[in-house]
């Protein structure tokens, strides 16, 4: 929603100031400057990328225009089914939570937990290691040092969408050029014109950089500060389980575990003890 509250906003300012100004709005549709300017940036796009880039980049691209879903809420519920899955390990063992990892869509305990459920790269990232300790033959350095070469392999792929989107701001505004460039062109071979339709001529050639630079800077390079966010918060709740399981591995309680991965979340999200305290003791009963 915020995307599009900005969206609006700079179409009012920009378009609106203009008319304010006492230019003339339908002056500035121009759809041959428009499919210039789109198509030579669509085609640059493909051009430069692989398909997996491409892929990568309209898959994620949605997901800049709904709101985060790494909020308190789902970081109280991944918590809350870490510490469900550690004091189960705690009083019946490791090999009771078995058919858990293996099916967790079936599962009863990981039901109670539907927003951790939701989301593929938790789920994968719980089960996989907790996987590993059921086998038992590595020790906490080993999986942690796994573990940080997956994150490491999540952010990369994850920064995949975010240069191409980055690369695709930046090429924009010199398409506006390039398509002004023909207008003048255009406006040069038609000097036997009068001079009010010439005017008119130089006016749809600028019209081109003015729409390469808007696109640019309003509407196409801030996605890719969006996306880096989104980044970020998805490897924020991938470092919670880590650090949340290693503790336990180190031979921490359940509870001191849980808060370990608290404390390594972001301070906007991060619940307070009593905050976790009760909503742990609430998923209990």
């Given at each position: 929603m915020l995307v599009i509250l900005g969206y609006i906003v700079i179409i009012i300012s920009v378009f609106g100031g203009f008319a304010l100004a006492g230019g003339h709005v339908a002056s500035l549709?121009?759809?041959v400057e428009v499919l210039m300017i789109a198509g030579g940036a669509i085609?640059?796009?493909?051009?430069?990328?692989?398909?997996?880039?491409?892929?990568?980049?309209?898959?994620?691209?949605?997901?800049?225009?709904?709101?985060?879903?790494?909020?308190?809420?789902?970081?109280?519920?991944?918590?809350?089914?870490?510490?469900?899955?550690?004091?189960?390990?705690?009083?019946?063992?490791?090999?009771?939570?078995?058919?858990?990892?293996?099916?967790?869509?079936?599962?009863?305990?990981?039901?109670?937990?539907?927003?951790?459920?939701?989301?593929?790269?938790?789920?994968?990232?719980?089960?996989?290691?907790?996987?590993?300790?059921?086998?038992?033959?590595?020790?906490s350095m080993e999986i942690e040092n796994l573990m940080d070469c997956e994150l490491e392999t999540h952010h990369q792929e994850g920064e995949v969408p975010i240069h191409t989107v980055a690369k695709l701001g930046d090429g924009l505004p010199a398409f506006g050029i390039v398509a002004a460039?023909?207008?003048?062109?255009?406006?040069?071979?038609?000097?036997?014109?009068?001079?009010?339709e010439l005017g008119i001529l130089i006016a749809a050639a600028l019209v081109g950089t003015f729409l390469?630079?808007?696109?640019a800077?309003?509407?196409?390079?801030?996605?890719?500060?969006?996306?880096?966010?989104?980044?970020?918060?998805?490897s924020k709740l991938l470092e919670c389980i880590k650090v949340t399981l290693l503790a336990n591995l180190n031979g921490y309680s359940p509870v001191l575990s849980v808060e370990f991965g608290r404390k390594a979340l972001f301070s906007t999200e991060r619940p307070s003890f009593l905050e976790l305290e009760e909503h742990i003791s609430k998923s209990k009963s």
């Open positions: 549709w121009q759809p085609g640059a796009f493909v051009v430069g990328n692989s398909s997996k880039a491409i892929k990568a980049t309209l898959k994620n691209l949605p997901g800049v225009f709904k709101e985060t879903p790494y909020n308190k809420a789902m970081y109280m519920q991944l918590m809350s089914l870490l510490y469900t899955i550690l004091m189960k390990v705690k009083k019946e063992g490791m090999l009771s939570i078995e058919g858990d990892v293996d099916n967790p869509k079936q599962s009863d305990l990981f039901k109670k937990f539907p927003l951790i459920l939701g989301d593929h790269h938790a789920i994968e990232f719980i089960t996989d290691y907790l996987r590993l300790m059921v086998g038992g033959n590595l020790n460039v023909m207008g003048v062109v255009h406006t040069m071979e038609s000097v036997h014109l009068p001079p009010a390469g630079i808007l696109l800077y309003g509407f196409i390079s801030p996605l890719a500060g969006k996306l880096e966010h989104r980044l970020h918060e998805s």
